[in-house]
């Protein structure tokens, strides 16, 4: 079956990177586009950005865009979430996501598998 963990979550302060990894297993890596997501409590998840199959196209949330980058992998079977200049409102629990295909999507309803979350804090 698909899986997706994600790795790199962790505790840093305003103004500092992290780096998040998501490897794929299950699923032809090469064939299907990959997002992020990130949620707190109470709120419904939301997009962060996304990739397309080739590593071509990349799409972001207005909130993240010029700080955050994402980058995959295809060898690897695995994407990444680089981000940079990191505010204490980027603290959430990240998940990679994968839609079923190549389509882009930009909501949590779009995509059809999910990595369990890693949990970004980032202090003031």
């Known amino acids: 079956q698909v899986q997706l963990v994600e790795s790199g979550g962790g505790l840093v302060q305003a103004g500092g990177s992290l780096r998040l990894s998501c490897a794929a297993s299950?699923?032809?890596?090469?064939?299907?586009?990959m997002g992020w997501f990130r949620q707190v409590p109470g709120k419904e998840r939301e997009f962060v950005g996304a990739i397309s199959w080739s590593g071509g196209s990349t799409y972001y949330a207005d909130s993240v865009k010029g700080r955050f980058t994402i980058s995959r992998d295809n060898a690897k079977n695995t994407v990444y979430l680089q981000m940079n200049s990191l505010k204490p409102e980027d603290s959430a629990v990240y998940y990679c996501?994968?839609?079923?295909?190549?389509?882009?999507?930009?909501?949590?309803?779009?995509?059809?598998?999910w990595g369990q979350g890693t949990q970004v804090s980032v202090s003031a």
């Open positions: 996501a994968a839609p079923p295909g190549r389509t882009i999507g930009t909501m949590w309803y779009e995509y059809a598998y």
């Open positions: 299950g699923l032809t890596f090469s064939s299907y586009a």
